[in-house]
């Protein structure tokens, strides 16, 4: 299948628009790029759903925020999608992916909780997986005072954060000391699973399709504190010893992404576990495309697919 033509389109702009790669810029002057960005792919995303601005406790004082979104019309106990956005654990923060989180808030009639972890290069792996955890460990401790069911939930995000959840979703199977909760799902969109590695599809699209090759080598650097550290399967989960009997997925891929082979490999380690897994391969998207509804309606699709294995999950 041909890159969607609405992509296509928006690529050569953004090509156009662009002098430097975000991995040629300085830390600041990306996230900067990726603030503009957010901006101009912003889309008129559900506008009745509540969101209230709250906070949890790491492990070492540190304040994390949180935001807790709820359809305008819904009954208590509301099943939970904890959401952890995407941006190579240095970019991204709880506005930039503000509006995937009203779409699967009203769609799937559920709060969503997303959580603004700490990013790199300030803050090495693991405090990112740390912080997500912790907020888990505040709802699993506030759920009933704020109407949630913690018996429902679901650990989501995309790319990276995709990464986090199925991290901490595999920590709730076999290490259950570290998640204060276990998930009866796990959505996961374009996830990094092997950064050990270079896959052919990090060659085949290492450039021209919004997320490059280089890019992603720029995350990593900034992220880990050795090298050795994408061996850790909490850095790189397709490494990890043991998958078996973690909460079944969803797993949601772009065709047009360096990622999609080890998104494509991961899927195939959780099969070959007996773990559930459905894949939504989005043939002619790229990275990043739960971003991209103001860019092509292929987008609308994929959210009700999404949403569809949501519904189901939660008992609906």
């Avoid at 505040?138 to 704020?146: K, P, R």
């Avoid at 739960?290 to 987008?299: D, N, S, Y």
Wanted: with cysteine.
């Amino acid at each position: 299948m041909p890159l969607n033509a609405d992509i296509d389109a928006f690529l050569d702009l953004a090509d156009r628009a662009t002098t430097r790669p975000l991995h040629q810029l300085p830390v600041a002057d990306a996230r900067a790029v990726f603030a503009t960005t957010t901006e101009q792919l912003r889309w008129p995303a559900p506008a009745g759903v509540q969101a209230e601005a709250l906070s949890c406790i790491a492990r070492d004082g540190y304040e994390v925020g949180l935001r807790l979104y709820r359809p305008a019309h819904s009954d208590s106990p509301l099943p939970v999608l904890v959401f952890l956005h995407g941006g190579g654990f240095v970019l991204g923060d709880l506005n930039s992916h503000d509006g995937v989180c009203r779409e699967f808030a009203q769609r799937a009639g559920c709060a969503v909780l997303a959580v603004d972890y700490r990013l790199a290069p300030e803050h090495k792996f693991p405090t990112a997986l740390h912080d997500a955890a912790d907020a888990l460990a505040w709802l699993a401790e506030h759920a009933a005072a704020h109407g949630l069911d913690k018996q429902r939930v679901v650990f989501g995000g995309d790319s990276v954060g995709a990464t986090l959840a199925t991290v901490l979703a595999t920590q709730a199977e076999h290490e259950p000391a570290a998640v204060a909760l276990k998930p009866v799902g796990q959505l996961l969109c374009y996830p990094v699973t092997d950064a050990s590695r270079i896959s052919e599809s990090m060659t085949l699209f290492a450039e021209g399709y919004l997320l490059e090759s280089e890019t992603l080598e720029w995350f990593y650097q900034h992220y880990q504190r050795t090298a050795e550290d994408r061996h850790d399967p909490r850095f790189s989960p397709l490494l990890a010893r043991r998958l078996k009997g973690i909460a079944p997925a969803c797993m949601a891929i772009a065709g047009f992404d360096p990622l999609v082979d080890e998104g494509r490999a991961y899927a195939q380690r959780l099969r070959d576990e007996g773990v559930a897994v459905e894949v939504l391969e989005c043939e002619g998207l790229t990275h990043d495309f739960l971003r991209m509804g103001a860019v092509t309606p292929e987008v609308d699709g994929v959210y009700r697919r999404l949403v569809d294995w949501l519904v189901v999950r939660f008992g609906g």
